[in-house]
């Protein structure tokens, strides 16, 4: 028996894993992984932005973590030597209409805590982004870059060097809980724990399930396409360059993302994914297609989202529209600069009236704690998040 069992060996899962064993290094603690290698979904699908929690709403766990979490994260950087570019980002208004929700977004960002904020005019936006576009501007020069698969890997390293024991290959299939323990079943046997945290991402509603926690809120998956700037183009960007963002949803929308090797991402959309692990157009799951279309929660928002969703999908599938939507940002862009690029899935936990849950959220059970919606800003939080869990999880100790 162990007295930790982390399942997900994702980005949040190793920090969480990590931080327990900083603060107990006597812990009996494992990692359990679905897949052969760490980081292999969400961590290492993400376009390797550090954000400096302008976004979120005050109070929410996300603007506490996230803040707090980027700090925490650039210092951990400059301990490992894990390389970083604080490149900055501007949110850019490119129509009078746009401004009132850039000014709602900067008093977010200053309640927030966010460093050095500034509205900038167009001459100054100019100045920062010579190529770019717009009536009015935020700029957050605390907003930065990295390779979160890197990260994730720096984490991997402390928890075995402290102890910890990864094991990849180890696919949950059930969970038993017994008077002072939890056996969780897996492909490659079962392990028993005093605790179990589980960070099981676009699978953590149905983890939780195993336990009888409640089913939801329900993961649903959505994709996001990227395309890439031609590498002769590249210096047309110089840091992060994102839209006003829509508060009804919680996409930010299509943006310039700088790339630690030099390139730089064009997207992403966001479209339904046809299986939970849908990195691809074609790659279908009619169970889980079918899980998520039934579910009511997905049926009420496509209802009052329908719209929006086919603009979405029709930009997924038409480069000209997705070119379109880049112009309005930096107009000398031309279709031949748009190179295919990469995707990622997003876990979005959703409510069964239909909305998008936006903040983190943890559900609690006798011996476990299961890690039910972290989205974007995760990753820049992973190491306050392990914070939160582990201050949860040490009285089951």
């Keep these: 028996m162990v007295d930790v069992a982390v399942i997900g060996a994702g980005i949040v899962g190793l920090a969480v894993a990590r931080e327990l064993l900083i603060r107990r290094p006597s812990l009996r603690l494992v990692v359990l992984e679905k897949e052969q290698e760490i980081a292999a979904h969400q961590s290492s699908h993400n376009s390797g932005v550090i954000h400096s929690g302008l976004y979120y709403k005050p109070g929410s766990l996300k603007a506490r973590a996230c ?16 390389p970083y570019r604080l490149c900055g980002k501007v949110v850019v208004a490119t129509s009078p209409e746009e401004i009132p929700r850039l000014e709602e977004l900067y008093r977010r960002g200053q309640a927030n805590g966010v460093p050095g904020l500034r509205m900038v005019g167009p001459e100054e936006l100019r100045e920062l982004e010579p190529h770019v576009t717009g009536v009015r501007a935020i700029w957050s020069p605390r907003t930065g870059i990295v390779d979160f698969s890197q990260v994730a890997r720096a984490y991997a390293d402390d928890v075995l060097e402290r102890g910890g024991q990864i094991c990849t290959g180890y696919r949950v299939v059930a969970i038993h809980q ?23 991402g676009l699978y953590a509603d149905r983890i939780a399930r195993l336990t009888g926690a409640p089913p939801v809120p329900q993961i649903v998956p959505f994709r996001g396409d990227y395309y890439v700037l031609r590498p002769e183009r590249a210096s047309l960007i110089r840091g992060n360059v994102y839209p006003v963002p829509d508060p009804r949803f919680p996409f930010l929308g299509v943006h310039f993302t700088p790339r630690m090797d030099g390139q730089v991402w064009l997207g992403p959309n966001a479209v339904l994914a046809f299986a939970r692990e849908g990195y691809q157009r074609t790659t279908v799951n009619l169970a889980e297609l079918a899980e998520a279309v039934r579910y009511a929660g997905f049926r009420k928002l496509a209802r009052k989202y329908w719209r929006t969703g086919l603009a979405e999908l029709w930009r997924d599938f038409s480069k000209g529209a997705f070119l379109r939507s880049l112009q309005r940002y930096v107009p000398e862009l031309v279709d031949d600069d748009l190179l295919p690029g990469p995707s990622g899935v997003r876990a979005q936990a959703l409510s069964p009236d239909g909305e998008l849950v936006d903040d983190f959220v943890l559900d609690r059970q006798p011996g476990i704690l299961h890690v039910r919606n972290a989205p974007s800003p995760a990753a820049t939080s992973s190491l306050e998040i392990a914070r939160m869990i582990a201050d949860e999880v040490e009285p089951m100790l």
């Design 178 to 200: 017994r008077s002072c323990s939890t056996v969780v079943e897996t492909t490659a046997g079962d392990v028993e724990a005093r605790a179990i945290v589980s960070c099981a």
């Design 67 to 82: 803040v707090a979490g980027a700090a925490r994260l650039i210092r951990y950087c400059d301990e490992k030597g894990i």
